[in-house]
């Protein structure tokens, strides 16, 4: 997933934001398709590096769960070089089977036979899903992985190679972690979040198949031939704990780890103090102008039809943009976008008209795989720009609305994007007056 389209998924539920109807780009403070995606995030960016720093929730050497014990896939040695603790990694994870569980680890009884319809479901609120202030995001290594069961390292479970992801809030603590397993035969999510569990869009909680394990209470579940776990744990610290698979005998095995008494789940060991500058508000029309770096590339006119909406300001983790969004009552929207940080884009010759002509694939869904890229996210240089280029972005569609996506790189990489129902003219007027 590209930095953009991950960031366009992410945003704020502003008051009202939910009763309307229009469709719009959101860039506010929410998870948007919940309902599908269930808070599993997939592009996570930016690495802050060896930032993982131990807390009270440590477990000590030789105390607890061993390192054998828990996975056969733990690495000693914090001094050792990258190179070889991957390698030493890679080695132990060769022996990973359930013979590594805890001894003497309970077993699990799944709740069968359900459907969704039979689940109670408790009421999710905006906060449930919200993202906190000053979020950022870190993609795990093994290392950190290891660290939520406090032991040194860990990159696969039960022949599932483990990936990871750690949303963080303003304070450099874990908001929520998820580390996903893949094997030639299946997958499995587990995710975790401090002192809450986790946002789920189906399965809540059935306290009725509520089963005591090491002395905490989980739920587990099959629905239509997948399982599913959760529990709020208390250790050292509370951890909420979700997991689902096809596969019982890997969330058995993660439940074993998590809920041992003398082991158990640690979240603040990921604990950060490298925090990116963060900022998210709205702005009035006169202030998003106003805005150094930014206003000087918001058009001074647009078009007589439009007024305006909204303006957002958002800066923290690898994003750095201004969006003004304006309305018409009879024709649609525009909006207004000023990025200072962006992803990778291609670049779009405009020698080469079917790379990037909208009028060639209107509708999109002819346009061939080399070309989708720039049909798609292309950008213009400045210097490329004319009447006849930016025309090129611009179509109509089934409704018989023009419809235009420009999006234009100047000089000092400041990347500037117009969306919205405008005729190719009143882009290039738009565009025209900028730089």
């Given amino acids: 997933m590209k930095r953009e389209q991950l960031f366009e998924a992410i945003g704020e539920i502003g008051e009202g934001f939910l009763s309307e109807s229009e469709a719009r780009r959101p860039r506010w403070r929410y998870l948007a398709g919940a309902a599908a995606a269930c808070l599993a995030i997939t592009g996570c960016v930016w690495l802050y590096g060896q930032r993982m720093t131990p807390a009270s929730c440590e477990v000590a050497p030789g105390d607890g769960i061993s390192l054998a014990q828990a996975t056969g896939a733990a690495v000693k040695g914090a001094d050792a070089t990258d190179a ?53 995001f870190y993609t795990m290594t093994a290392r950190d992985i290891g660290a939520l069961w406090s032991l040194d390292a860990m ?169 003004v969004d304006y309305e018409s009552e009879n024709y649609g929207y525009l909006e207004i976008t000023v990025h200072k940080r962006y992803g990778d884009l291609p670049v779009i010759d405009p020698a080469a008209p079917e790379t990037y002509d909208r009028n060639w694939y209107p509708s999109g869904d002819k346009v061939p795989d080399a070309f989708w890229d720039t049909w798609s996210n292309g950008v213009f240089l400045q210097q490329d720009l004319t009447e006849q280029t930016v025309a090129a972005r611009c179509t109509v569609d089934d409704e018989g609305y023009a419809w235009c996506v420009l999006r234009v790189l100047y000089r000092d990489d400041t990347l500037v994007e117009v969306t919205g129902r405008i005729t190719a003219q009143e882009a290039w007027e738009l565009i025209d007056q900028i730089g």
């Fill in 84 to 136: 070889a603790t991957s390698a030493a990694i890679s080695a132990a994870a060769e022996d990973m089977d359930m013979e590594s569980h805890p001894q003497n680890a309970p077993a699990v009884t799944w709740g069968e036979g359900i459907s969704f319809q039979k689940v109670d479901l408790l009421p999710q609120t905006q906060q449930d899903y919200a993202l906190p202030d000053g979020y950022f």
């Fill in 155 to 323: 990159d696969s479970l039960d022949g599932y190679r483990l990936s990871g992801q750690v949303i963080y809030d303003g304070n450099g603590d874990a908001w929520s972690v998820t580390v996903d397993g893949q094997s030639e035969t299946g997958v499995f999510q587990l995710r975790l979040a401090p002192g809450r569990l986790p946002y789920d869009c189906c399965i809540v909680q059935a306290p009725e198949y509520e089963q005591d394990y090491n002395g905490t209470a989980i739920t587990a579940l099959e629905v239509d031939g997948t399982y599913y776990l959760s529990a709020l744990y208390e250790g050292a610290e509370t951890v909420g704990f979700r997991a689902d698979s096809a596969d019982a005998a890997v969330l058995e095995h993660l439940a074993a780890l998590s809920f041992d008494p003398d082991g158990g789940l640690c979240l603040r060991q990921l604990h950060t103090d490298q925090v990116p500058d963060w900022r998210s508000e709205k702005l009035d029309e006169a202030a998003a102008r106003a805005e150094e770096g930014f206003g000087t590339y918001l058009p001074t006119t647009v078009p007589e039809r439009f007024a305006f909406r909204m303006a957002h300001r958002e800066m923290g983790q690898d994003r750095d943009w201004l969006t």
